[in-house]
């Protein structure tokens, strides 16, 4: 049987074990939220020996050259040594500037990390608010305008990360993880083109700062972003959508609940076979956008789309 050392721990796994799996059941408390290779909140560092890794693409060839894998896509086949990751050694500190609700689920959460950190719109970020609890989080924020890191946290359930997040305050420290570049961006190529961006809950965070980014670049095409909600109380953004539609003219927003939406969908129109579609929220309502989309005549290498996966 493969050894699995972490630190002074020393596991006995069976060969073709997860490693992830073998971690937390060898007691070692590795934060993971998605096991798809996607949150990037199970990042380990190989010490010693190589696991057989399921999806190497999901890491950027650096942080594999630094020996960074991740844990739910990885089978021990030998023997092992790795480090999970620190964030307090790893991790880059942010200073807790702004707190709000905006909306009763939603937390406005806004982050200034001790350096400059390079990003663009449609990205997400590992957050660390404590040693052992990690989510990654959709930046609504723009390099260009905001001094800030801004995310917003869905709160409607109850959960390690949300939990510990109701009861930071301003000046509190939290640590930064991984950046990631998910599917969601804006093009300066686009710029004459239909832009459709469907949002459904927070997902509406990384469409915003696309948005935002679009309209800098003085997108030139239509824009129709339409956000779902399970209550009017959860249009988190409406005064911000709604100021921004008065400024730009080929901006249309559109509010629905989950009981509008099938009727809004229906009324959706191809009126250009250059439309793109960026596309952002839980799996099931994305599913719902993309095949709407599609039968609507909109093929789908033109539809980008970026899911929240639940913890399983």
Avoid at 133 to 143: D, V
Avoid at 174 to 202: I, K, M, V
């Amino acid at each position: 049987m493969p050894e699995l050392r972490v630190g002074a721990r020393q596991l006995q796994v069976a060969s073709q074990s997860n490693l992830l799996d073998a971690l937390l059941a060898g007691g070692v408390a590795v934060p993971y939220s998605c096991r798809a290779g996607s949150c990037h909140a199970c990042l380990v560092r190989c010490v010693a020996g190589e696991p057989l890794d399921r999806l190497p693409e999901a890491l950027a060839s650096d942080k594999r050259a630094e020996g960074w894998r991740l844990a739910c896509q990885c089978q021990v086949v030998g023997d092992l040594d790795v480090e999970p990751f620190d964030p307090q050694r790893d991790g880059i500190a942010a200073q807790v500037v702004g707190l709000d609700w905006p909306s009763p689920q939603v937390l406005r959460l806004r982050l200034q990390p001790a350096r400059a950190l390079r990003y663009q719109a449609g990205q997400h970020l590992v957050l660390w608010i404590a040693d052992n609890i990690a989510r990654p989080y959709s930046l609504a924020s723009l390099p260009s305008e905001d001094p800030w890191l801004e995310f917003h946290l869905d709160c409607r359930l109850p959960g390690a990360f949300c939990d510990a997040a109701r009861r930071l305050q301003l000046g509190d420290g939290l640590r930064l993880g991984e950046l990631r570049g998910g599917a969601l961006h804006y093009d300066a190529d686009w710029q004459a083109r239909p832009l459709w961006l469907l949002a459904a809950g927070t997902g509406l965070a990384p469409l915003y700062g696309v948005l935002r980014e679009a309209l800098r670049q003085d997108h030139q095409g239509a824009i129709r972003l339409l956000h779902v909600a399970h209550e009017p109380t959860e249009h988190y953004l409406a005064s911000e959508l709604r100021a921004l539609a008065a400024q730009h003219a080929n901006l249309q927003v559109e509010l629905v609940t989950a009981a509008q939406l099938p009727a809004a969908l229906a009324e959706l129109r191809l009126v250009s076979r250059q439309t793109l579609a960026l596309l952002c929220g839980h799996p099931e309502t994305v599913d719902g956008f993309a095949r709407r989309l599609y039968m609507a005549g909109l093929p789908r290498s033109q539809m980008f789309a970026d899911v929240f996966l639940t913890r399983t």
